[in-house]
């Protein structure tokens, strides 16, 4: 049975917001401490830091809401590869949950604490999520490609010496699917003569050109994800999630060798395009026929140590909470325990709203197939 939200994210904000700036001010400490001595050492326990926050996340997808995920995927990439190997990943951009769904694979993987994405800029100033993954070395954008790609040079310049295997996760269609937008990158397919999309849009590859580039010679694979919802569901989504309402996602995994790509910046852009092409036509097949992929599922489990964490971080957080209380005045209790409700409703609110586009979304002005390497 659905719950209001607002009862589930004010405890669980609190939590998040106060296990957060603890593993904050840790990381910080480290920061300056130990990462100019042993770069290695401190990505290595920022890991495991990042990994006990973002575990508190992953536990409202697994154990609250009990959200399913299907992977579908060849045994060799499952069972051999994935989690051993450092992977540039590009997928669809369909529910407000995609980067969630990351998450999720990247933690039953391994690589929850080395997946790294490319995020607008904004969000590196966002309390406890946005400095946990700026120290975790998350790249960070102005959509301003005369100052963007000096950044992703140096970026994965840093990335290059990453000590364990590395994520790096790109949404290359720049924003999320709606059917106003789906609308407009139909119209621009038309004037350029390029294949019409129905359930994707089309790729904007400046961005992913520029990773493999960047890249190639440390990260060897890509990882090509297609992200579905069963038709029988309403899409998934932040609200819903905290609700503890259940669904399933769909995910299909293809996996191409680095070496497979075009040396040219032309090929590698027209690569990109092409397994969109091919990504769309899988997700047409799905919407008349029902069947979504020829490759073997895989069960991905639900692992106990979200569930492990969250009540750990409960043991922690409870006993400060309580002595922070016991220990100021009433006026400055009130004042502060005032602060934290504020600072847990912006940031939650920020996070809410990021991930849920308004039903009437509409393409943004100008040229609707602008170059822009993030997610509007």
């Not at 004010?10 to 296990?19: A, E, R, T």
């Not at 569930?307 to 016991?326: D, E, N, Q």
Request: hydrophobic residues 45%.
């Amino acid at each position: 049975m659905a719950i209001p939200a607002a009862l589930v994210v004010l405890p669980v904000g609190i939590l998040f917001i106060c296990s957060g700036l603890l593993v904050n001010l840790t990381q910080a400490i480290l920061f300056v401490l130990v990462r100019p001595l042993a770069k290695n050492w401190y990505r290595i326990i920022n890991k495991l830091l990042v990994e006990s926050l973002w575990l508190e996340v992953v536990w409202l997808f697994d154990w609250w809401a009990g959200i399913k995920v299907e992977l579908h995927t060849d045994s060799e990439t499952y069972n051999q590869l994935m989690g051993k190997e450092n992977a540039l990943l590009i997928c669809n951009h369909r529910s407000d949950i995609d980067w969630l769904v990351g998450w999720v694979l990247a933690q039953r993987t391994g690589c929850l604490g080395s997946t790294v994405a490319m995020l607008k800029r904004e969000l590196k100033y966002l309390p406890v999520i946005g400095w946990s993954m700026w120290f975790n070395d998350y790249v960070f954008l102005e959509r301003r490609w005369d100052k963007d790609e000096a950044t992703l040079k140096s970026s994965f310049e840093q990335l290059e010496d990453f000590p364990m295997p590395l994520w790096l996760a790109l949404f290359v269609e720049g924003t999320r699917f709606t059917e106003s937008k789906l609308l407009s990158a139909q119209e621009f397919a038309v004037s350029k003569g390029l294949p019409i999309p129905r359930n994707v849009l089309v790729p904007r590859t400046k961005g992913f050109v520029s990773a493999v580039a960047g890249t190639r010679t440390f990260i060897e694979a890509i990882y090509d994800f297609t992200f579905a919802i069963p038709k029988s569901q309403p899409s998934p989504t932040l609200s819903r999630m905290f609700q503890g309402i259940s669904g399933s996602v769909k995910v299909e995994l293809r996996r191409h060798s680095m070496e497979e790509l075009p040396e040219t910046a032309d090929g590698i852009a027209q690569w990109c395009k092409d397994q969109f092409v091919s990504k769309d036509a899988a997700l047409e097949r799905y919407r008349t026929t029902g069947i979504f992929s020829e490759q073997e599922m895989h069960d991905i489990g639900r692992p106990k140590i979200s569930l492990v964490v969250v009540i750990c971080w409960c043991c922690v957080v409870g006993p400060l909470m309580a002595m922070a209380g016991f220990f100021l005045t009433s006026r400055e209790g009130i004042l502060v325990a005032a602060l934290l409700l504020v600072l847990v409703t912006i940031v939650m609110e920020i996070l809410i709203s990021s991930s849920s586009p308004p039903d009437n979304s509409k393409p943004p002005p100008g040229d609707p197939m602008k170059e822009t390497l993030l997610p509007r």
